[in-house]
């Protein structure tokens, strides 16, 4: 499942650069995840970057876009091979 950030968010510019999968950007007036490159990171840790970072604790999981450990992975692979 992806990630989303809610209007909680206080534009602290912390989590878009922890992002492997640039899958976050400046928004109109909050940051966004691009839930078709979030993996929660995914491949790449244990844990969502941005979530770690975040201080208002204003990233929960997206359930518009549901999706598995499997999905998620196979989205890794999918976004690591467009980078070659």
């Known amino acids: 499942m992806s990630l989303m950030i809610t209007d909680e968010c206080i534009n602290c510019d ?23 490159k979030c993996t929660q990171c995914v491949g790449h840790y ?10 208002v604790d204003c990233i929960p999981l997206d359930l518009s ?13 999918k976004l690591m091979a467009a980078k070659r």
């Open 14 to 36: 912390v989590c878009e650069p922890e992002c492997p999968n640039d899958a976050i950007s400046q928004g109109d007036s909050i940051y966004v995840i691009d839930p078709n």
């Open 65 to 77: 876009h549901p999706e598995t450990e499997q999905q998620l992975q196979a989205k890794y692979e």
């Open 46 to 55: 244990d844990t969502p970057q941005c979530v770690e970072v975040c201080p």
